[in-house]
């Protein structure tokens, strides 16, 4: 008899709640200075690009990413263990973020996950258990600033199939972004 999956609660994004994963790049929770004669808002070092171990080097890329099906079951999760890697939305669509604590493995205890707003970014700290990026709108799209260079920076471990845990758009429909649920389902 298969079990009702366990629901993972999505949580707003928020930089005090995410901090054991990484740093929120959000410019509306953000101090800023003014730089080229006043006509520039500067909000500065939002984050930090981690990804000189190893001889590493940092990169800009674009992510353009479809959706997955929802309820989505958990299957597996990555991290970089040489780098940071910064998601910035590039179209202001909501999207969801799924972290788990560093560690060996991916403690599927332990899992969060969050929405963002689409107006915020976030940046996975080097080590940490994240889901492949999660866009809820068709061809979505993100400024990746992660890590090239030697050396394994892609660890992933795929969960046995009893950990039974799943993604679900449902409870976002009780929050402001209702156009989620439509766009994804
Ligand atoms: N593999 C890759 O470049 N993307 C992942 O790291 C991801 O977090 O989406
Ligand atoms: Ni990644």
Redesign the pocket.
């Given at each position: 008899m298969n079990l009702p999956a366990r629901q993972l609660t999505i949580e707003p994004l928020t930089r005090e709640a995410f901090a054991p994963f990484g740093d929120v790049i959000d410019k509306e929770v953000s101090e800023y200075f003014m730089i080229n004669n006043g006509s520039t808002r500067r909000y500065h070092r939002m984050a930090d690009v981690d990804v000189t171990e190893g001889g590493g080097e940092p990169i800009i890329?674009i992510?353009q990413?479809t959706p997955l099906e929802y309820p989505l079951p958990i299957k597996m999760m990555?991290r970089?263990p040489l780098g940071s890697?910064a998601?910035i939305p590039l179209l202001g669509n909501p999207y969801l973020i799924l972290v788990a604590p560093k560690g060996d493995t991916p403690d599927p205890s332990k899992l969060r996950a969050f929405l963002s707003n689409g107006r915020q970014g976030v940046n996975?700290h080097k080590g940490v258990w994240?889901?492949?990026?999660l866009a809820l709108t068709d061809s979505d799209q993100f400024l990746?600033v992660?890590r090239a260079g030697p050396g394994n920076n892609?660890d992933e471990v795929f969960f046995s199939d009893d950990i039974n845990v799943e993604l679900a758009l449902d409870s976002l429909a009780q929050q402001e972004d209702q156009r989620i649920v439509s766009t994804a389902s």
């Open positions: 890329s992510f990413a990555e970089h890697q998601f996975y994240h889901h492949p990026v990746i992660d892609c």
